[in-house]
Every structure is written in structure tokens, then in C-alpha cells.
């Protein structure tokens, strides 16, 4: 089996920065695209951003110039700047496996004051 576990998020002002990470262990042959998507209350999960084996990156438009991913094989980060309200959510990592599928982390709250 595998796991990602997530670390990081929190409470920022608005205009601050934070940085989760996420990590793949356990038996992984290999991993295809690696993301974070972002989720609120009564709202559907949506993607934040993604990036594939190769290194090739997809953002959300609401994030473009402010997030960065970025992948070391089985880790995952996203470096959050300029923070805004709406941008409070809980934060899912994911991940393809080659072998496992779709796997997802448990979560980690990011709260946005102003």
C-alpha cells in the first residue's frame, strides 16, 4: 500500500505565504502526476495545481503568479504567496500511481484572515 501525508498549511494574514508539502512512502513503483486540489464547505474540490513526472505544471487561473509547485520524485510542494481570504480552504494532496491509482491525503486546513 501507499500513503501521502501532508504537512504545513495553517492561519496567515492576508499577503502572507505558506508552503505545504506532501510525501509519497510505501511501496510506490512509480507516480505519474502529482497535485493539490483545495475544498470549502457546500463547494465541490477543485484543482489548484498539478504537475506531471516530467515537470510540466497546470494551475488554476486563480492561483497563476501567486502558487508554485514544484516535485523532488515522491514529494509534492506548493509555495503559497501573496495569500488572500478566498483562498482559505482545506488542501488535498494527490497522486497517480502507476500501480495504485488515484490516492489522497487527508487534508490540511489553510485559513486566509484579513
Known amino acids: 500500500q501507499v500513503q501521502l501525508v501532508e504537512s504545513g498549511g495553517g492561519l496567515v494574514q492576508a499577503g502572507g505565504s505558506l508552503r505545504l508539502s506532501c510525501a509519497a512512502s510505501?511501496?510506490?513503483?512509480?507516480?505519474?502526476?502529482m497535485g493539490w486540489y483545495r475544498q470549502v464547505p457546500g463547494k465541490q474540490r477543485e484543482l489548484v495545481a498539478t504537475i506531471t513526472s516530467g515537470g510540466s505544471s497546470n494551475y488554476a487561473d486563480s492561483v497563476k503568479g501567486r502558487f508554485t509547485i514544484s516535485r523532488d520524485k515522491n514529494t509534492v510542494n506548493l509555495q503559497m504567496n501573496s495569500l488572500e481570504p478566498e483562498d482559505t480552504a482545506v488542501y488535498y494532496c494527490n497522486a497517480q500511481f502507476a500501480i495504485w491509482g488515484t490516492k489522497w491525503g487527508q487534508g490540511t486546513q489553510v485559513t486566509v484572515s484579513l
Open positions: 510505501g511501496h510506490i513503483l512509480s507516480i505519474n502526476a
